[in-house]
């Protein structure tokens, strides 16, 4: 074993305190004896893996083993996580990505991991259910391709090669819907991967990843037609073998990548994928060749051309020009090294100013005239086709203003999720803009989209800490992705962990933290890249009272003394009264009701505000609260609205006097909303008939009045009827809101975001 990879052994010891991975080590030795340096046992070879479990990975240790190599396979849960760990010394090498990953990897993170060995290429097909030939499809078709960047320019060069489209300056891997010809045959529709299968049944033919192909009742043999993964153009999709630059000479690592190549390891590869694995036997020297062409296009810069092995060189000159005004992320290792920043975007305010910026703050004016922080403009999201169609969001327009705390809020199934997701591009709409910080990101590139993710931080139910890390190295690690400098990483994470209150838990681990506390972690992390606009998705749910008011408390805070634009999505009016400036109620995917919070909460008009209004202020007593209140109060029962403004207490009083009903208050709640005063009154009335008409119409003219009456006649208060009469369906789980195991949705969407990790 060479030196460098010895050195790699003896640093696990520390690195095992700090792991920034949540990995799980499946097979290989002891991984806590193999680090220790003083035993002289330099330990496994830590190899991160997609699918550990799969039979491929058990033939593949046996053949290590065979040669005397102790692997210690680590399974990929986090596909974003996986080349800094590597780059950061916690994993030796990992077979999970192809070039084109790789490349797009090292560019933003101003990194330089190298591929030491080739292993396959996944050919990409084109499927119809209308067509049996490419022939058949018309002139004018359409066909719908992955929208994530590598798979959208392998799409296209896979259109290009079967005579479809026509790109300009030949096409490249970084080629996008843009570059498609008006020459072209057909037209093409980028659409979310997972969605390709689906959208069978309204387009001529689709792009549909390996991944999806049986998940779709298909199978590769049905495929029109596939990319030759012997071309020129299947090179950015070999999958590798990646090491650390300094480690890509090594021996022993070198020796596992030829592995991937043994009649066993062969055969045990084919048999995973379904006899769709092309083996590839390109040489490191090549890979990396073809590595740094791939780089140069994502650059812009100057590259080789074609015929020196590079795939998909084409005139840099034209790249340069079609790149003319786009904005690059940087990779110097500045504080916005390897990550997009907003242009206009606000500074922190004293405490947690960002260095060097020339950004002004933005004061928070809900009320204020300026350019929306988010537009929504009749957006749609439909899922499905025909009878089996889920209108998630349906026809909604919304303006959220900057500096606002903005509540979405909706039974099960409202498709409050969906929204949130369009708001961050996580999903496409299937019509209409989604609008944010004046720029309309509908139809935009997947490059041009992350641009704006990175102005919006997410806060999760369920936190998503990474559980090996510490507190500060959870909150540290956006930063370390985005290429800040370990000086300035430390700062940051300082000032965030004493702005949410923290500080002293910077070494602490999740396991040690209660709930709150890690949810402050979540949003200490949101805050670390400096966005614009905060997402916090039912950030409360799994917290107690208490704990629930804490993290309101520190919600209230970002926004009012960091000026930042904040959406909270829930299910809970109480966190709407107590937190937000103006509410959005959704039910079955459309808005029924927007406005100031303290308007919806006073006089509510669609149903299902009224009912969340009911559930969150317990002011009027329940129809069961009702009947027993009629057997110890025998006398007319009224329930009094008390409204900011209004004297409500003094003209009750001055009016019972005035008319000579005697009046006790039985029920009610007065509480804050929007920092104003709002609730009722139940009192009941002993007087006769005679008196208390007059005295409830003189009451009627200066409050709210509900007549509930008397124990031998009584009255419902509409209101609470309607509550009571809620549909029944209304906890029926909610078909567009993800799973809450998964709440990031990085499951799926990491996996199709960048690329085809798998190489499927």
């Known amino acids: 074993m060479s030196f460098s990879t010895t050195r790699k052994r003896l640093t696990w010891t520390a690195i095992a305190a700090t792991a920034a991975l949540t990995l799980t080590a499946c097979g290989g030795g002891d991984s806590s004896g193999g680090a220790s340096g003083e035993s002289g046992d330099e330990g496994p070879i830590r190899v991160g893996v997609v699918g550990a479990s799969d039979d491929k990975w058990a033939v593949f240790q046996e053949q ?52 030491i060995g ?96 049986e998940d779709a009742g298909l199978s590769p043999a049905e495929a029109l037609f596939q990319d030759d993964p012997d071309s020129d153009a299947a090179k950015p999709y070999i999958n590798v073998w990646v090491a650390r630059a300094e480690d890509k000479d090594d021996e022993t690592l070198l020796k596992l990548a030829e592995l991937s190549h043994s009649p066993e390891v062969v055969e045990a590869e084919k048999k995973a994928s379904g006899g769709t694995a092309v083996i590839k036997e390109n040489s490191p020297a090549e890979l990396q060749e073809i590595l740094a062409g791939i780089e140069a296009d994502i650059r812009g810069g100057p590259r080789p051309v074609a015929g020196d092995g590079r795939a998909g060189a084409h005139d840099a000159p034209a790249l340069a020009r079609r790149r003319a005004g786009e904005r690059r992320w940087q990779a110097d290792g500045s504080p916005d090294g390897g990550r997009p920043t907003a242009p206009g975007g606000p500074a922190l305010r004293p405490g947690l100013r960002r260095e060097d910026s020339d950004v002004t703050d933005v004061p928070r004016d809900p009320g204020g005239d300026e350019q929306p922080a988010i537009e929504l403009r009749h957006v749609s999201k439909t899922f499905g086709e025909g009878d089996g169609a889920v209108h998630a969001v349906d026809d909604v ?71 090996s890390r510490t507190v500060a190295g959870n909150v540290a690690y956006p930063l370390k992705v985005a290429g800040w400098s370990r000086e300035k990483r430390a700062a940051r994470v300082a000032e965030l962990l ?28 949101a805050l670390a890249a400096q966005p614009t606009i905060l997402l916090a998705d039912e950030a409360t749910s799994a917290l107690d009272p208490e704990t629930t008011r804490e993290v309101l408390a520190l919600l209230r805070r970002v926004n009012a003394e960091l000026g930042i634009t904040i959406v909270v999505i829930t299910h809970e009016m109480e966190v709407v009264r107590s937190t937000c400036h ?9 808005v029924v009701e927007t406005g100031d919070v303290y308007d919806v909460f006073s006089a509510p008009r669609a149903d299902a505000a009224q009912r969340f209004v009911g559930t969150a202020l317990h002011d009027r007593p329940s129809r069961e609260t009702l009947a027993r209140l009629r057997e110890r109060h025998p006398g007319r029962l009224v329930t009094v609205g008390v409204r900011e403004g209004a004297s409500t207490g003094t003209d009750l009083f001055r009016l019972l006097r005035e ?63 309607r509550l009571a009469a809620a549909p029944a369906d209304e906890d029926a789980p909610d078909l567009t809101d993800d799973d809450p195991g998964d709440p990031y949705g990085l499951a799926r969407d990491t996996l199709f975001r960048h690329g085809n990790l798998g190489g499927r």
């Open 498 to 525: 004493a702005f949410v209150g923290l500080a002293d838990k910077a070494k602490a681990y999740p396991r040690q933290l209660s709930g709150g506390q890690k949810q402050r972690v979540g949003i200490a992390r």
């Open 118 to 213: 080739a292993t396959a290429v996944y050919p990409l097909g084109l499927y119809s259910t209308k067509h049996t030939s490419l022939e058949q499809i018309p002139d004018g078709g359409q066909v719908a391709v992955p929208n994530d960047p590598t798979n959208l320019a392998r799409a296209l060069l896979v259109l290009q090669e079967a005579g479809l489209v026509e790109l300009k300056d030949g096409g490249s891997s970084i080629s996008t819907e843009a570059d498609v010809l008006p020459s072209s045959k057909v037209t093409v529709t980028p659409v979310d991967a997972a969605q390709t299968p689906i959208q069978l049944q309204s387009v001529d033919a689709s792009i549909i990843n390996n991944d999806f192909v």
């Open 582 to 590: 103006r509410v959005a109620v959704m039910e079955h995917g459309r």
């Open 659 to 721: 008319h000579d009903v005697d009046g006790s208050v039985v029920y009610g709640g007065i509480s804050e909303v929007g920092e104003r005063p709002f609730g009722s009154l139940t009192v009941e009335l002993d007087a006769p008939e005679d008196r208390i008409a007059p005295f409830l119409l003189a009451l009627a003219e200066r409050a709210d009045v509900v007549d509930l009456g008397t124990a031998e006649h009584p009255l419902d208060d509409p209101r609470v009827a």
């Open 64 to 115: 290590a083993e065979a040669e005397g190599i102790d692997v210690e396979l680590v399974d990929l849960q986090d596909y974003t996580q996986a080349n800094p760990a590597l780059s950061q010394g916690e994993l030796d090498v990992n077979q999970f990505q192809h070039l084109q990953f790789l490349a797009g990897y090292n560019v933003d993170a101003n990194d330089d991991l190298q591929p």
């Open 397 to 467: 327009s919304l303006s959220i203003r900057r500096g606002e705390i903005f509540g979405v809020i909706g039974y099960s199934g409202a498709g409050k999720s969906t929204l949130v997701r369009l708001v961050n591009a996580l999903e496409t709409v299937t019509s209409g803009e989604v609008v944010v910080d004046g720029q309309v990101i509908t139809g935009l590139s997947e490059r041009r989209v992350r641009e704006v993710r990175s102005r919006i931080g997410m806060v999760f139910q369920q936190f998503n800490l990474l559980s």
